[in-house]
């Protein structure tokens, strides 16, 4: 247990803000209590008491990800001179499979859990304590690096949530999830991505079998209007916005100011790196940028931090067990520690950049920050460093190390075809050794896989139109597989390389270029 002392932003409903407070965790990863001044509740008069030299803010959620492919570069397709209309398009364009399906599937497969903790470290550090996205396949032990949403336990055994990321497009698709949800199980499914009217059509199917209820998180709604957002708000559902990606794919994003005019629960997800941004830290800032773009905002600033904290953990409150989200006695003590540079507490987190984040706390244990806080708080975390910033990361392993992370990746980027060689070994032994298990997990099926504890296997949950039948045939006959190419691992930090290739892209007709005056 320790104290953690400082101006205190606790995103509870009435918006309370403790300009001199301390907030009390506990050995059981909750907050005990949060106090003004130094008044000491029971059990913590000898608790170590660390000032926080910043603002204390809830961890931020990202509620919406696809963990394996953060490691990619921003992609377009350049045979492509206007804006996608749908989601089923992307997926068959020529170069998609090349640049982003071929090299996440590989690294997934030949390096999953490196590659899960490079992606989790690149949320880290900008914030992110809880994220939705996980690949499919082998499933992340809780408390690992941050709270994976969809596989999240929070220290039982249950099964808090379903994910449809592919798009199920009939009732029988969508019967299991059906039964999920009659049973409180939470349901997170994307729905209406792109500007096609047409895509209305897969809102309307998910109200159709009864799923639009307070445990359903839809993601995009691009093609949404005003009556799905009554309905969504008379279900009492929430929708996640993934401005920056909507707008560098389809030209236009969801309609949140009508969607807030009706009530509805709105979150924020930063997407995939192929088009989205280095974590939820930097969607607020474009959600900020759009918001400036509107002849009236329609978001305040509180309201716009509340898309990443207090909102996203409603949302996830009639599943989760404990509150999350917000700061108060009885809630994940899952805190952000940011440097104070805007009197405004909201403004400053909007403006905050990786450089601004001190300390991160998960469940209670120091996760990420400066060394000298990081020092007395997680004595074997390890070194890292972040652009120019030097800070310490305790991946719950003294054995792994940010630099060894780096190292199993770049020896698959180096010999790729050996690499692709031993995950098709792999992937055969596993098809062979359950192959009903294997065939639906490759087809699609939500959940875990068929995998031993010692083999962390990921696999795709976007489009992959080549490689489930590649890997099948390589297990099968030893057939060789295709080359992949694995491009340079992203920098953690959001840059100048970054913000030029946003400058290339006409799809976004140059809001997102506004981004590069945050950094």
Not at 255 to 261: E, I, L
Not at 436 to 452: I, R
Request: glycine share 10%; hydrophobic share 40%; aromatic share 6%.
């Amino acid at each position: 247990m320790f104290v953690l002392r400082g101006t205190i932003v606790t995103m509870r409903p009435d918006g309370q803000v403790l300009d001199q407070g301390a907030v009390y965790i506990g050995d059981d990863g909750l907050i005990a209590a949060v106090t003004p001044g130094d008044a000491v509740p029971p059990g913590f008069e000898n608790a170590p008491r660390i000032t926080a030299g910043g603002v204390i803010y809830p961890g931020l959620i990202d509620l919406h990800n696809h963990l394996m492919y953060n490691s990619l570069p921003l992609w377009t397709e350049p045979s492509r001179d206007v804006p996608w209309t749908s989601h089923n398009q992307w997926g068959r364009a020529p170069t998609y499979s090349d640049q982003i399906s071929r090299p996440a599937r590989l690294l997934g497969a030949a390096a999953g859990r490196a590659l899960l903790r490079y992606v989790e470290t690149r949320a880290i550090i900008g914030g992110t304590t809880s994220i939705q996205g996980n690949p499919r396949g082998a499933v992340p032990p809780d408390n690992d690096l941050i709270r994976n949403i969809d596989s999240e336990k929070l220290g039982t055994h249950d099964d808090f949530i379903r994910v449809s990321t592919l798009v199920a497009d009939s009732k029988e698709a969508l019967a299991p999830y059906v039964a999920a949800v009659h049973l409180g199980r939470g349901f997170i499914a994307h729905s209406a991505e792109g500007s096609d009217p047409k895509l209305r059509q897969e809102f309307e199917l998910l109200d159709e079998v009864g799923v639009v209820t307070p445990q359903l998180v839809a993601i995009h709604g691009g093609a949404l209007t005003a009556p799905d957002f009554d309905r969504m708000k008379s279900g009492n559902s929430s929708l996640v916005w993934s401005p920056f990606s909507n707008l560098w794919l389809y030209g236009a994003t969801a309609d949140v100011a009508t969607a807030k005019a009706a009530g509805v629960r709105l979150c924020i997800g930063s997407d995939w790196a192929p088009s989205g941004t280095r974590n939820v830290l930097w969607e607020l800032k474009v959600a900020d940028l759009w918001n400036k773009a509107q002849q009236q905002p329609v978001f305040t600033d509180e309201e716009l931090v509340r898309l990443a904290t207090f909102n996203p953990g409603e949302a996830l409150s009639g599943v989760w067990p404990r509150p999350v989200g917000r700061i108060e006695r009885g809630a994940l003590a899952d805190l952000i520690v940011v440097r104070r540079d805007d009197a405004d507490v909201h403004r400053n987190l909007i403006a905050a950049t990786e450089s601004d984040i001190r300390l991160v706390i998960i469940g209670g244990r120091a996760r990420y920050g400066l060394r000298s806080l990081m020092k007395s708080l997680a004595p074997t975390a390890t070194p890292i460093s972040v652009g120019r910033l030097s800070r310490s990361v305790d991946y719950g392993d003294s054995a792994v190390t940010w630099g060894s992370v780096l190292a199993e990746l770049e020896e698959i980027r180096k010999d790729p075809n050996s690499a692709a060689a031993r995950a098709a070994d792999t992937f055969g032994a596993l098809a062979a050794a359950d192959p009903a298990g294997f065939d639906a997990l490759a087809g699609g099926a939500d959940g875990g896989g068929p995998f031993a504890d010692d083999v962390f296997v990921l696999l795709p949950d976007m489009p992959a139109p080549e490689l489930d039948i590649a890997v099948r045939q390589r297990g099968a006959s030893g057939a060789i597989p295709t080359p992949v190419t694995v491009p340079p691992l992203e920098p953690l930090t959001t840059g100048t390389a970054w913000f030029d290739a946003v400058d290339a892209n006409p799809f976004h007709h140059g809001l997102l270029s506004g981004l590069r005056a945050y950094a």
